[in-house]
């Protein structure tokens, strides 16, 4: 019997927390999620051999799909939309300057 033309499909899972900057750190990268998550706990699966990596909740829904960084880079990869999102979140709870105080 010969080897198979492509590898086992086999799936990397880890469980990661969700930092307050609404980020999952996974082989020394951060990947985004919508904000409003932090501190809550997510797993991380990437398949061998795929550019792709997805981001779930323990109830297993999909919160995020990106493409995977180089192992180690250091690289922070968020959604043009989990940005927008985030920045909204911002400067909804941050206050803003009143008046004309110098």
């Known amino acids: 019997m010969g080897l198979p033309e492509l590898p086992f499909p086999a799936c990397d899972r880890e469980e990661r927390v ?3 900057d609404a980020l999952v750190e996974f082989e020394s990268n951060r990947y985004g999620v919508p904000p409003g998550r932090a ?3 997510v797993e991380v ?3 061998l ?3 792709q990596l997805e981001i779930y909740t323990p109830s ?3 919160i995020a799909r990106h493409r ?3 192992s180690g880079a250091g690289q922070t990869v968020r959604t043009p939309e989990h940005a927008s999102m985030l920045e909204r979140a911002v400067r909804t709870t941050t206050p803003q300057p009143q008046g004309d105080d110098p």
Do not use: C, N, Q
């Open 18 to 20: 969700v930092s307050r």
């Open 68 to 70: 995977r960084a180089l």
């Open 39 to 41: 501190g809550a706990p």
């Open 49 to 51: 051999g795929e550019l």
């Open 60 to 62: 297993g829904h999909r």
């Open 45 to 47: 699966r990437a398949r």
